[in-house]
């Protein structure tokens, strides 16, 4: 049984800061590229941001040079590092996990999805 299990949402203040964490199991993580999207109420999903099984990142314009993801294969765990938060960063957050890179910045680019953490900026 494959799960991604997201931590560490919740409430932060504009321009604070905020970890998120996504501990996978049931895959080999060190196969799989790791991706974060997030979707407000009534929107759709959106990337935010995916890293590469070698490392290799990438991000949506929204985020970049605000947001950093990272990965620790040892743990099996990956990291979204979130800020200057904005108002507009407030949605539910995904992890997600997907064996082809081909398409991480799509959501039909991945295998498996975490339940998705709130995180909510207050402005």
Known sequence: QVQLVESGGGLVQAGGSLR?????SGLTFSTYA???FRQAPGKERLFVAAISRGGSTWY??????RFTISRDNAKNTVFLQMNSV????TAVY???AAISTLRLMSTTG???????????VSS
């Open 60 to 65: 949506a314009n929204s985020v970049k040079g």
């Open 110 to 120: 991945y295998d498996y999805w975490g339940q998705g953490t709130q995180v909510t």
């Open 86 to 89: 904005k108002s507009e960063d």
């Open 20 to 24: 998120l964490s996504c501990a996978t």
């Open 94 to 96: 995904y992890c997600a």
């Open 34 to 36: 790791m991706g974060w």
